[in-house]
């Protein structure tokens, strides 16, 4: 098993420009999540998802799309990137609600 | 509101001197408290789930307790490979919400 891939590592955009952050695993699991993580702030939830065609709000998802139309993938959209969205994120997956959840390498966003 | 706070924010030991990471958790409706390692520049790696007052759980040199109120990893004896920054997390009913975490330094 992979496990939880996230592509890419590291990608650089300019204000204004959109693009998706990719997330796949390979573990049938149902629970998928996006994090963001800041210096002095944690791991922040940005969307989750409970299962294919289910997504729901976490605490920062303003400027963020998501989808779930199949169990292996869950990816993240920035429609027009701001500075605000530099940080690094992570997705994260667990077999349901209340189960541990597994942790992507993370990708690594600046935005100019 | 739904909080965890991980004290304290940074800890410097050094080898094989024991101590305790704290973090203490106020939430509506606790479906389990996890702790996880992070080292620099990769993802969160899970080290345990406790679910009830009163459980403990161990993995070498680490053992995790929770009580009502606050959960502790216990670090006895550690290596310079356990520096690392130490994240808690608990669930509130379907969303994890995570601490800021403890940044431990063990020198040699």
């Known amino acids: 098993n992979a496990g939880v891939t996230q592509t890419p590592k590291f990608q650089v955009l300019k204000t204004g420009q959109s693009m998706t952050l990719q997330c796949a695993q390979d573990m049938n699991h149902e629970y998928m999540s996006w994090y963001r993580q800041d210096p002095g702030m944690g791991l922040r939830l940005i969307h989750y998802s409970v299962g294919a065609g289910i997504t729901d709000q976490g605490e920062v998802p303003n400027g963020y799309n998501v989808s779930r139309s199949t169990t292996e993938d869950f990816p993240l959209r920035l429609l027009s990137a701001a500075p605000s969205q530099t940080s690094v994120y992570f997705c994260?997956?667990?077999?349901?609600?209340?189960?541990?959840?597994?942790f992507g390498p993370g990708t690594r966003l600046t935005v100019l | 509101e739904d909080q965890v706070t991980q004290s304290p924010e940074a800890l410097r030991l050094q080898e094989g001197e024991s101590s305790s990471l704290n973090c203490s958790y106020t939430v509506s409706g606790l479906r389990g408290l996890f702790w996880y390692r992070q080292d620099p520049g990769k993802g969160p790696e899970f080290l345990f789930t406790l679910y009830s007052a009163g459980e403990e759980k161990e993995k070498e040199r680490l053992k995790a307790t929770l009580t009502k109120k606050e959960s502790f990893l216990h670090i006895t004896a550690p290596k310079p490979e356990d520096s690392a920054t130490y994240l808690c997390a608990v669930y509130n009913t379907d969303k994890l919400i995570f601490g800021t975490g403890t940044r431990l330094q063990v020198f040699p």
């Open positions: 994260a997956s667990s077999p349901g609600v209340g189960d541990t959840q597994y």
